[in-house]
T-cell receptor
């Protein structure tokens, strides 16, 4: 079955530091890949996505590149802010008829990011 | 605001009881997904509907059931509640299956 593995947290950084959160996946076909962010007490928000190999998703200074050869989708940001403190989830979605996957998301375990001033 | 509305935001109930969680998807979205988030299990897919039809089931207990109504809102029914059912329950919707899903704020269920 599909699975997503994220680097273990928590991750603690100082403001303006460089961020990388590793994510690797296992899938049967050609999934779409996503990063979601969950701020304290809130739901999940879509941060960025990539739908095919070599696509780069980007949003709010975050970016991730879909690497089929290494089955990875690492999240990066050049300079983090205190407001980036949240839990980050890597996820994949596959859709194929006649199977058991109709676009449901498979999530990694989440990485807690804390940014200090 | 994602456009997905979940009610209630919080629920406290006793073991053995039954509750109904409600989800209104974004306007135009046909697909609704339910997820459970707990500290020990993380985010787990429960069930998916598309335009009123059940499409996929995940780790959903037999005590749990769901449906999607003609107006596309969805309800998740949890019965014979146990302490271990305490969790955050999220609903998400998407226009088509396999496209990005947008999440509601969740319903925090506490079983005492």
């Amino acid at each position: 079955g599909n699975s997503v593995t994220q680097m273990e947290g928590p991750v603690t950084l100082s403001e303006e530091a460089f961020l990388t959160i590793n994510c690797t996946y296992t899938a049967t076909g050609y999934p779409s890949l996503f990063w979601y962010v969950q701020y304290p007490g809130e739901g999940l928000q879509l941060l960025l996505k990539a739908t095919k190999a070599d696509d780069k998703g980007s949003n709010k200074g975050f970016e991730a590149t879909y690497r089929k050869e290494t089955t990875s989708f690492h999240l990066e940001k050049g300079s983090v802010q205190v407001s980036d403190s949240a839990v980050y989830f890597c996820a994949l979605s596959e859709f194929y008829m006649g199977g058991t996957s109709y676009g449901k998301l498979t999530f990694g375990q989440g990485t807690i990011l804390t940014v200090h001033p | 605001d994602s456009g997905v509305t979940q009610t209630p935001k919080h629920l406290i109930t006793a073991t053995g009881q039954r509750v109904t969680l409600r989800c209104s998807p974004r306007s135009g979205d046909l697909s609704v997904y339910w997820y459970q988030q707990s500290l020990d299990q993380g985010l787990q897919f429960l069930i998916q509907y598309y335009n009123g039809e059940e499409r996929a089931k995940g780790n959903i207990l037999e005590r749990f059931s769901a449906q999607q109504f003609p107006d596309l809102h969805s309800e998740l029914n949890l019965s014979s509640l146990e302490l271990g059912d305490s969790a955050l329950y999220f609903c998400a919707s998407s226009k088509k299956e396999g496209t990005e899903a947008f999440f509601g704020q969740g319903t925090r269920l506490t079983v005492v």
